[in-house]
């Protein structure tokens, strides 16, 4: 029994300390005053350069074998063909093989292939739309900006953010009564607004081989960047 309590007396000497150095109450974090927030933007309608389109191949049947074979050699012909274009990048997309069933029982196979296409030369990418057609179906087509005509938009856009939020972190400043203010923190974000690829209907003319080249107009969008952050006002 002597050794019991001394058990439990050690126990609770334990538990004691335990509750002695856990914290009621986390630290609240200190204040901070004079602090604002402030945002500033710059856009700037930027037109577009590149035309992007996607075609694909399918096929479905029973012969598993067969429909492979035939998308396998559409694609091919269709990338050699886009290959003699030195104005147009090409390469190819998914490969997809699904099952098709009807009551729950196995009836065929579906089975597609898509190439993506990339040219800045309109003229170009519509004449090649209009030969490949004959044998492929046209999934989407869009436009964006290239890397490098994004690029320069966007630094140039930076510049202008920056020059913005200064502006308005004087303007606040001088309202507030203050002499000068402290840049805290900035965060900088580019905003595209690049319009989503427009879809294709299915289009019996280009399984029939009489589809003709479409038109193709380039458009712009709209670039911009944000520039938020926090500025300490300050009396001195």
């Known amino acids: 029994m ?8 050690s126990c609770l000497t334990l538990i004691a300390t335990v509750i002695s150095v856990t914290p009621l109450h986390a630290e609240e974090p ?11 933007y710059a856009t700037m309608e930027v037109d577009n350069d590149t035309q992007i389109a996607t075609l694909y191949a399918q096929r479905e049947g029973t012969d598993l074998k067969l429909l492979t074979d035939q998308v396998n050699s559409l694609i091919a012909e269709a990338v050699k063909t886009a290959k003699q274009r030195s104005d147009i990048k090409v390469s190819t997309l998914g490969y997809r093989t699904s099952p098709r069933y009807h009551q729950q029982q ?8 898509s190439i993506r296409l990339e040219s800045k030369t309109s003229p170009a990418m519509s004449s090649l739309l209009g030969s490949l057609q004959s044998k492929l179906a046209l999934d989407s087509l869009s436009y964006t900006i290239s890397t490098k005509k994004r690029q320069t938009a966007e630094e140039s856009l930076t510049t202008q953010a920056i020059s913005a939020f200064r502006k308005r ?12 203010y402290r840049l805290v923190e900035m965060h900088l974000q ?8 427009y879809p294709m209907r ?5 399984i029939e081989g009489r589809a003709s080249a479409p038109t193709l107009e380039a458009g712009s969008q709209t670039l911009r960047v944000d520039a938020n952050g926090k500025i300490e006002l300050q009396l001195e």
């Open 2 to 9: 002597r050794h019991t309590g001394l058990y439990l007396n």
């Open 30 to 40: 200190a204040r901070q005053y004079d602090l604002v927030q402030l945002n500033a």
């Open 106 to 113: 196995l009836i065929g196979w579906r089975v597609r292939q």
């Open 169 to 180: 972190a004087e303007q606040v400043t001088e309202q507030m009564g203050r002499s000068h």
């Open 190 to 197: 580019t905003i595209d607004h690049s319009p989503a690829p």
């Open 202 to 206: 299915a289009n019996m003319m280009a």
